[in-house]
Structure formats: structure tokens, C-alpha cells
């Protein structure tokens, strides 16, 4: 069974930029495409961006286009978010996953934006 590790949460300033990374277990990793999810309390987990197994096609939720980027290093088996410009509905506990949540879920990372 893969696991996932995130890391690089934290606590900005509204503005500010954190830099996440997810380590996946197993050789599986570079076949699939992976996504970044987010959930915010009291809310349902939700969809922040994915990216293709090669690397080159992504996408983004509305609400992050332009200030977030997703990237991957499958040699790593680490796929990364680039947040900038972070604003206080950001934040929550951000997790990796296969786009189509097929692996157990990690503990994730807290992201704390201040405003």
C-alpha cells in the first residue's frame, strides 16, 4: 500500500508563500496523475489542483489559478505546491492523493494564512 507524506505547512502572513511537498512510498507513483486537495473546518474536502503522470498537462481550481502551481519529480515520488500570494480563505489542511483519491490519505499539512 502507498503512503503519503505531506510537509511544509505552516503559518503566512496573507501575501506570503509556502512551499508544499508530498513523498509517496512504492514504484507505482510516476504511472499515476496526482492531485492536491484541501479541507478547510467545517467544510468538505475539496479539489485544489492535479497534475498529469508526465508532468506536463495540469489544472487548477478557480480560486488558486495564477497563485498556485503544482509540479511533480517522479525520480522522487514527490509531487510539490507552489502557493504565493496566499490569502486567508486558504487556509486549511492541504493533502496529496491520486486525482482520483485512490490511495489511503495522510495526515497532511495545516496551512494558516493570516490576514
Known amino acids: 500500500q502507498v503512503q503519503l507524506v505531506e510537509s511544509g505547512g505552516g503559518l503566512v502572513q496573507a501575501g506570503g508563500s509556502l512551499r508544499l511537498s508530498c513523498a509517496a512510498s512504492g514504484r507505482t507513483f510516476s504511472a499515476y496523475a496526482m492531485a492536491w486537495f484541501r479541507q478547510a473546518p467545517g467544510k468538505e474536502r475539496e479539489f485544489v489542483a492535479s497534475?498529469?503522470?508526465?508532468?506536463?498537462?495540469?489544472y487548477y481550481v478557480d480560486s488558486v489559478k495564477g497563485r498556485f502551481t503544482i509540479s511533480r519529480d517522479n525520480a522522487k515520488n514527490t509531487v510539490y505546491l507552489q502557493m504565493n500570494s496566499l490569502k486567508p480563505e486558504d487556509t486549511a489542511v492541504y493533502y496529496c492523493n491520486t486525482n482520483g483519491g485512490v490511495w489511503s490519505w495522510g495526515q497532511g499539512t495545516q496551512v494558516t494564512v493570516s490576514s
Open positions: 497534475i498529469m503522470s508526465s508532468g506536463r498537462i495540469t
